[in-house]
């Protein structure tokens, strides 16, 4: 789903579905799911995604997906899954254009450090920041209206869903309901 999501919203640059999602999965599975999720997410785009591969900036772009787990992770530890999340929505799209702040600049820095390797100056490196503003922009916006909104949609739905399996026997059932 998430990388399905990433080829339909490819016209739209740096908007993408994956850092909601795997902030979501670690935020009802813990860090290892959600990182999981991350990794395998970030490192089938990075070598799949039709604006070309990302080569040597790859796994600094799968590093930071690691970050919107963590932030899941630690969501759920602080918020706990239960309450109604549309109390917290801003804070949810806040935390994720946070993340995504910190995965910009160090996705942004690498790429800087591999480009102009081995005459990186920090004027270099300040350029490359600069130049990438619109993009990390859109990213940051995109990830706080997604975070905002959709998280916390899924959020409630989420048990809707999980009770709407077990009706229809797509999960097994209990051993006290099976007697």
Request: charged content about 15%.
């Given at each position: 789903?998430?990388?399905?999501?990433?080829?339909?919203?490819?016209?739209?640059?740096?908007?993408?579905?994956?850092?909601?999602?795997?902030?979501?999965?670690?935020y009802f599975f813990g860090f290892r799911v959600g990182a999981s999720v991350g990794i395998l997410s970030e490192s089938v785009w990075a070598f799949?995604?039709?604006?070309?591969?990302?080569?040597?900036?790859?796994?600094?772009?799968?590093?930071?997906?690691?970050?919107?787990?963590?932030?899941?992770?630690?969501?759920?530890?602080?918020?706990?899954?239960?309450?109604?999340?549309?109390?917290?929505?801003?804070?949810?799209?806040?935390?994720?254009?946070?993340?995504?702040?910190?995965?910009?600049?160090?996705?942004?820095?690498?790429?800087?450090?591999?480009?102009?390797?081995?005459?990186?100056?920090?004027?270099?490196?300040?350029?490359?920041?600069?130049?990438?503003?619109?993009?990390?922009?859109?990213?940051?916006?995109?990830?706080?209206?997604?975070?905002?909104?959709?998280?916390?949609?899924?959020?409630?739905?989420?048990?809707?869903?999980?009770?709407?399996?077990?009706?229809?026997?797509?999960?097994?059932?209990?051993?006290?309901?099976?007697?």
């Open positions: 789903m998430i990388v399905g999501s990433d080829f339909a919203l490819t016209p739209l640059p740096n908007v993408k579905l994956m850092d909601t999602l795997v902030f979501l999965a670690a799949a995604s039709p604006n070309g591969s990302a080569g040597f900036l790859a796994p600094f772009l799968v590093a930071g997906e690691a970050l919107f787990a963590a932030a899941g992770a630690a969501a759920a530890r602080v918020w706990g899954i239960e309450g109604d999340p549309r109390s917290r929505g801003l804070y949810v799209g806040s935390l994720l254009a946070l993340c995504a702040f910190a995965w910009d600049m160090e996705t942004t820095v690498a790429s800087s450090l591999l480009w102009f390797w081995p005459a990186v100056t920090p004027g270099k490196v300040l350029g490359t920041v600069v130049i990438g503003l619109p993009f990390t922009l859109t990213h940051e916006v995109s990830d706080f209206l997604l975070g905002a909104t959709a998280a916390p949609i899924v959020v409630l739905m989420a048990p809707r869903l999980s009770a709407l399996k077990g009706r229809l026997g797509l999960v097994p059932a209990r051993a006290e309901e099976r007697n």
